[in-house]
């Protein structure tokens, strides 16, 4: 069974920092889509940024942008600039197949002003 | 274009009750998914409808069974509540049955089990 572990329960950064989320993966499989969704306190989670493992560029989405290293099964999520809107749970998702995705438990971000 | 609803979004319930929660995807979106978001256990797949078929199912015993209509509106049904069934469960709907494209999720149903 697929899992996903995201190692950093929560994170802060100081507003127009850079900051790094991490999440690892375990498949046996080499055709899957790796996705970062966020959680505002709102509560809708809002997809973030994916990335097709057939895929060997990174993908970016203005200030976020992933770094995918299969081999390493690794998927971390950079925000550039950070902003107070930015303030959310984080969660790292992965998904093969139908819609059946599998998430981590999350990163809770906090933005220091 | 309007979002996934989702109602209703807050209930109370007591163990031994049942509980219907409705889910009204983006139009256009034929596929429906439905999640469990617990503090303890993380987001947890239900299962996924399209075309008003059943295509995945969780880890989930059988008091958790769902439904879609032909309108792709979405209910699931969760019989014989127990304490550990207080949870956020989320709906998300897309256009497609492959997992290829984003999920739209809907804010949740808040469902606490007294």
């Known amino acids: 069974a697929q899992t996903v572990t995201q190692s950093q329960p929560e994170m802060s950064v100081q507003e127009a920092e850079t900051v790094t989320l991490s999440c690892t993966y375990d498949?046996?499989?080499?055709?899957?889509?790796l996705f970062w969704y966020k959680q505002p306190p709102s509560r809708q989670m809002i997809l973030v940024i994916r990335?097709?493992?057939?895929?060997?560029q990174n993908a970016t989405e203005n200030r976020f942008s992933v770094n995918f290293q299969k081999a390493a099964k690794s998927f971390s999520l950079k925000i550039s600039d950070s902003q107070l809107g930015d303030a959310a749970m984080y969660f790292c998702a992965y998904g093969q197949g139908a819609q059946k995705l599998v998430f981590g438990q999350g990163t809770r971000l906090t933005i220091n002003p | 274009k309007a979002g996934v609803t989702q109602t209703p979004r807050y209930l109370i319930k007591t163990r031994g009750q049942q509980v219907t929660l409705s889910c009204s995807p983006i139009?256009?979106?034929?596929?429906v998914s439905w999640y469990q978001q617990t503090p303890g256990q993380g987001l947890q797949f239900l299962f996924e409808y399209f075309s008003e078929t059943q295509r995945n199912k969780g880890n989930f015993p059988g008091r958790f069974s769902g439904r879609q209509f032909s309108n792709s509106r979405s209910e699931m049904n969760v019989s014989t509540l127990e304490l550990g069934d207080s949870a956020l469960y989320l709906c998300?709907?897309?256009?497609?049955?492959?997992?290829?494209?984003?999920?739209?999720f809907g804010e949740g149903s808040r469902l606490t089990v007294l």
């Open positions: 990335q097709e493992a057939y895929k060997q």
């Open positions: 498949t046996s499989e080499s055709d899957y889509y």
């Open positions: 139009s256009g979106h034929r596929s």
């Open positions: 998300a709907s897309s256009l497609r049955h492959a997992n290829t494209g984003e999920l739209f």
